[in-house]
């Protein structure tokens, strides 16, 4: 599975960006059959898990973004989307899209996310 994560950027608090994470590389009944995720890692943190979204479309969401954030995912375009919403400083990170199909783990490169204060 190949992941391209894309949509970080600089926002100040109470902003909204999207991320997107594109398979496009991957066939489609894999990411289609694969639990797809976002996390996150911020400075001198260890990779915190942010939202999952399973092939069924079931979602869980960490509880500090709960209400703020929303995963989804279009197998059709082998994408899997992360819209945040009021955002805070804290949710200052780079953050990396996740693919499990089976046993197997895959992950993209990141993408930096900066909130001001």
């Known amino acids: 599975v190949q992941l391209q994560a894309s949509g970080g950027g600089l926002v100040q608090a109470g902003g909204s960006l999207r991320l997107s994470c594109s398979g496009s590389?991957?066939?489609?009944?894999?990411?289609?059959?694969?639990?797809m995720g976002w996390y996150r890692q911020a400075p001198g943190n260890e990779r915190e898990l942010v939202a999952t979204i399973s092939t069924r479309g079931s979602t869980n969401y960490a509880d500090s973004v709960k209400g703020r954030f929303t995963i989804s995912r279009d197998n059709s375009k082998r994408t899997v989307s992360l819209q945040m919403n009021s955002l805070e400083p804290d949710d200052t990170a780079v953050y990396y899209c996740?693919?499990?199909?089976?046993?197997?783990?895959?992950w993209g490169q990141g993408t930096l996310v900066t909130v001001s204060s």
């Open positions: 996740n693919a499990e199909w089976g046993r197997l783990a895959f």
């Open positions: 590389g991957t066939i489609l009944s894999v990411f289609s059959n694969s639990d």
